[in-house]
Antibody
């Protein structure tokens, strides 16, 4: 059974940084990229980007360039997403996600439980 | 970026009803279309992948169809546990975009 367990809720002031951690059970992420998706309160889902298992490749959505860093540690089956220069509109639930990608199929099959990040002065 | 237009944004229905949610992509995405269900306070849950493949463990009353730009999710006979939000998502090209969601409510 695949399980992704994320770190707890955070409250941050505007301009601060936050790091959200995600720990995968077993070898569920071995050899696979880790993706991050966020969801503002009462809103839809927004894909943020991914990082490769060995941190040698990553792709971020353009709107987050310069503010987000995603890293991996395969020795501990963990991944982190750090967002800097926080703004009030960064208030959201952040999910780490496993993506399955084959020649024919491409989907997000396992999601962490989510981490609420609240940005407020 | 590929835009995903989902409709309706909300839907009221009764237990036992058949409902259909549609999703349109701004360009052809082949069959790289997935559907997720999200209940309040929970992470999304994969229902359908590759437009029409049922994820393991998902009840057979859920089905998906379509290709290219037009897709649909059908629930053949609504059960009480199906009242939730539903999202489509394209996995053809990064950034992997989602529809804005359909909130399915009890009539």
């Amino acid at each position: 059974q695949v399980q992704l367990v994320q770190s707890g809720a955070e409250v941050k002031k505007p301009g601060a940084s936050v790091k959200v951690a995600c720990k995968a059970s077993g070898n569920s992420f071995l050899g696979q990229n880790m993706h991050w998706v966020r969801q503002a309160p009462g809103q839809g889902l927004e894909w943020m980007g991914w990082v490769s298992p060995n941190n040698d490749d990553r792709r971020y959505v353009q709107k987050f360039l310069g503010r987000v860093t995603m890293t991996r540690d395969t020795s501990t089956s963990t991944g982190d997403m750090e967002l800097i220069r926080l703004r009030s509109d960064d208030t959201a639930i952040y999910y780490c996600v496993r993506r399955i990608s084959t020649k024919w199929d491409d989907y997000f099959d396992y999601w962490g439980q989510g981490t609420l990040v609240t940005v407020s002065s | 970026d590929i835009q995903m237009t989902q409709s309706p944004s909300s839907l009221s229905a009764s237990v036992g009803d058949r409902v259909t949610i549609t999703c349109r992509a701004s360009q052809s995405i082949g069959n790289y279309l997935n559907w997720y269900q999200q209940k309040p306070g929970k992470a999304p849950n994969l229902l359908i992948y590759s437009a029409s493949s049922l994820q393991s463990g998902v009840p057979s009353r859920f089905s998906g169809s379509g290709s290219g730009t037009d897709f649909s999710l059908t629930i053949s006979s609504l059960q009480p546990e199906d009242f939730a939000a539903y999202y489509c998502q394209q996995s053809s090209n990064a950034p992997y975009t989602f529809g804005r969601g359909t909130k399915l409510e009890i009539k």
